[in-house]
C-alpha cells in the first residue's frame, strides 16, 4: 500500500512539459498539484529510513523536523514569489487539514473497520494543549500589528521576530521532551516509523531525500507560479488556495501516514502523527518562515492573520480537542471533524476575490 500512491510519480515530466508547451494555468497547477503527493511520500519515507542509522534520539529529530518538509519548500518558494497572504492562508490551513480532515478521515475510516478504536485520552489531551498555546502564540502578534502596529511598525516588526525565536526555543524544548526525559511517551511512534519492511542503504535513503526534495522544489515552483492565474480562472481567492489546496498538498504525507494507522488500528500513533504535526508547523514551520522571509521574500512576512482566519483557527482547535480529547474514536467523530472542516472549506471558497484583502487582516 505505501508504494500505491507512486505511479503519481508520472505528474513530474507531465507537469514540465505542459509548463513548456505553454499549458493553461489550471492544467499546469493540478498537475503540479499531483506531482507533489508522491513526491512528499518520498521524502517522509526517506527520513524515516534514514532515522534507522542514526540512533533513536537522532532518529525521532530527523523524523519531527524533517516530516512538514514539504509544506515548508512550498512555503519558501511563494514566499519568493512575494504571495505572503497566501503563505498564511496556507499555515493555517495546514493546521485545519492535520486537526479536522486528516484526524476525521483517521476516525471515519478506522472506525468503519474497527468500530470502536480506543487511545491515550492523556496524551491526546496534552497535544490538544500544547496545540491551543501554540494557535495563542501565533495569533498574539496580529492583535498587536492590528491596533498598534501602525502607530508602532518598527515595534511590531520587533514582535514578530520575537515571537518567532521563542516558538523555535519551545520547539527545541519540545524535541527535548520527546527525545530526552520523557522518549517513552513517543516510542511507539519511532518504533512504527522504523517499520518499513527492507531497511534503505543510507545511500538510496539521502540520494531519495536529495533528488524528492529537489522534484518538491521544481513542481512548488510551477504550482505557486500558475495559483495566482488558476484562482483568476476558476473564482478563486489566494486565501482559499492557500488554507485549502495547498495545505492540503503539503501535508498529505503525514495526513496519510495517520490515516492508514488508523486502519490498523494504532490510534496512538496516528492521534501523535496528526497532532504532532500541527505542533511541528505551528513552532517550527512558521517561525522559520518568518525568519526566511528576511532573506528570500521580497517584503517581511509578519503574522497578522485576518480575524477570519483566526476564527477559524481557534473553533478548529476547540471542535478537534472537544472531539479527540476522551480516549475512544468511532466512524461519526470521524463524520464530525470532516464535516466541519468542509464548512470552513466552503466558507473559505465562498469569500469574494475582490474581499479578501478587506478580511480585517492586521498591517
Given at each position: 500500500?505505501?508504494?500505491?500512491?507512486?505511479?503519481?510519480?508520472?505528474?513530474?515530466?507531465?507537469?514540465?512539459?505542459?509548463?513548456?508547451?505553454?499549458?493553461?494555468?489550471?492544467?499546469?497547477?493540478?498537475?503540479?498539484?499531483?506531482?507533489i503527493v508522491p513526491l512528499a511520500v518520498l521524502i517522509v519515507h526517506?527520513?524515516?529510513?534514514?532515522?534507522?542509522?542514526?540512533?533513536?534520539?537522532?532518529?525521532?529529530?530527523?523524523?519531527?523536523?524533517?516530516?512538514?518538509?514539504?509544506?515548508?519548500?512550498?512555503?519558501?518558494?511563494?514566499?519568493?514569489?512575494?504571495?505572503?497572504?497566501?503563505?498564511?492562508?496556507?499555515?493555517?490551513?495546514?493546521?485545519?487539514?492535520?486537526?479536522?480532515?486528516?484526524?476525521?478521515?483517521?476516525?471515519?475510516?478506522?472506525?468503519?473497520?474497527?468500530?470502536?478504536?480506543?487511545?491515550?485520552?492523556?496524551?491526546?489531551?496534552?497535544?490538544?494543549?500544547?496545540?491551543?498555546?501554540?494557535?495563542?502564540?501565533?495569533?498574539?502578534?496580529?492583535?498587536?500589528?492590528?491596533?498598534?502596529?501602525?502607530?508602532?511598525?518598527?515595534?511590531?516588526?520587533?514582535?514578530?521576530?520575537?515571537?518567532?525565536?521563542?516558538?523555535?526555543?519551545?520547539?527545541?524544548?519540545?524535541?527535548?521532551?520527546?527525545?530526552?526525559?520523557?522518549?517513552?511517551?513517543?516510542?511507539?511512534?519511532?518504533?512504527?516509523?522504523?517499520?518499513?519492511?527492507?531497511?534503505?542503504?543510507?545511500?538510496?535513503?539521502?540520494?531519495?531525500?536529495?533528488?524528492?526534495?529537489?522534484?518538491?522544489?521544481?513542481?512548488?515552483?510551477?504550482?505557486?507560479?500558475?495559483?495566482?492565474?488558476?484562482?483568476?480562472?476558476?473564482?478563486?481567492?489566494?486565501?482559499?488556495?492557500?488554507?485549502?489546496?495547498?495545505?492540503?498538498?503539503?501535508g498529505a504525507a503525514e495526513s496519510g501516514a495517520a490515516i492508514a494507522?488508523?486502519?490498523?488500528?494504532?490510534?496512538?500513533?496516528?492521534?501523535?502523527?496528526?497532532?504532532?504535526?500541527?505542533?511541528?508547523?505551528?513552532?517550527?514551520?512558521?517561525?522559520?518562515?518568518?525568519?526566511?522571509?528576511?532573506?528570500?521574500?521580497?517584503?517581511?512576512?509578519?503574522?497578522?492573520?485576518?480575524?477570519?482566519?483566526?476564527?477559524?483557527?481557534?473553533?478548529?482547535?476547540?471542535?478537534?480537542?472537544?472531539?479527540?480529547?476522551?480516549?475512544?474514536?468511532?466512524?461519526?467523530?470521524?463524520?464530525?471533524?470532516?464535516?466541519?472542516?468542509?464548512?470552513?472549506?466552503?466558507?473559505?471558497?465562498?469569500?469574494?476575490?475582490?474581499?479578501?484583502?478587506?478580511?480585517?487582516?492586521?498591517?
Amino acid at each position: 500500500m505505501r508504494w500505491s500512491i507512486h505511479w503519481l510519480l508520472i505528474a513530474v515530466p507531465v507537469a514540465i512539459a505542459l509548463k513548456a508547451l505553454g499549458a493553461g494555468a489550471p492544467l499546469l497547477f493540478f498537475c503540479a498539484a499531483l506531482a507533489i503527493v508522491p513526491l512528499a511520500v518520498l521524502i517522509v519515507h526517506s527520513t524515516e529510513h534514514l532515522a534507522t542509522y542514526t540512533g533513536p534520539a537522532l532518529g525521532g529529530l530527523l523524523n519531527a523536523t524533517f516530516g512538514n518538509l514539504p509544506e515548508l519548500i512550498i512555503a519558501l518558494v511563494a514566499l519568493r514569489a512575494g504571495l505572503l497572504d497566501m503563505v498564511r492562508a496556507s499555515l493555517i490551513g495546514a493546521l485545519l487539514a492535520n486537526l479536522l480532515l486528516a484526524l476525521g478521515v483517521a476516525f471515519l475510516l478506522g472506525g468503519l473497520r474497527h468500530r470502536v478504536q480506543e487511545y491515550n485520552p492523556a496524551a491526546a489531551r496534552s497535544y490538544a494543549s500544547m496545540m491551543l498555546l501554540a494557535a495563542v502564540s501565533i495569533v498574539v502578534p496580529g492583535t498587536f500589528h492590528r491596533f498598534l502596529g501602525g502607530a508602532a511598525p518598527r515595534h511590531a516588526g520587533a514582535l514578530d521576530l520575537a515571537v518567532a525565536v521563542v516558538m523555535l526555543a519551545a520547539y527545541a524544548l519540545y524535541l527535548v521532551f520527546m527525545l530526552r526525559t520523557h522518549p517513552e511517551v513517543f516510542a511507539g511512534i519511532q518504533a512504527e516509523h522504523a517499520e518499513h519492511g527492507a531497511r534503505w542503504s543510507v545511500t538510496r535513503a539521502l540520494g531519495t531525500l536529495v533528488l524528492a526534495s529537489l522534484g518538491a522544489a521544481w513542481m512548488s515552483e510551477i504550482l505557486v507560479g500558475a495559483a495566482e492565474a488558476t484562482g483568476h480562472e476558476l473564482g478563486m481567492s489566494s486565501l482559499f488556495i492557500g488554507i485549502v489546496l495547498l495545505a492540503v498538498l503539503g501535508g498529505a504525507a503525514e495526513s496519510g501516514a495517520a490515516i492508514a494507522m488508523a486502519r490498523k488500528n494504532q490510534m496512538d500513533l496516528a492521534v501523535g502523527i496528526a497532532l504532532g504535526s500541527c505542533i511541528q508547523i505551528a513552532l517550527f514551520v512558521t517561525p522559520i518562515l518568518v525568519l526566511s522571509s528576511l532573506l528570500v521574500a521580497p517584503e517581511r512576512l509578519t503574522l497578522g492573520f485576518s480575524r477570519l482566519e483566526v476564527g477559524a483557527l481557534f473553533l478548529g482547535v476547540l471542535v478537534g480537542a472537544h472531539v479527540a480529547g476522551d480516549g475512544r474514536s468511532t466512524w461519526y467523530k470521524g463524520v464530525q471533524l470532516v464535516a466541519f472542516y468542509l464548512i470552513l472549506a466552503t466558507m473559505f471558497y465562498l469569500v469574494p476575490v475582490e474581499s479578501v484583502r478587506t478580511l480585517g487582516r492586521a498591517p
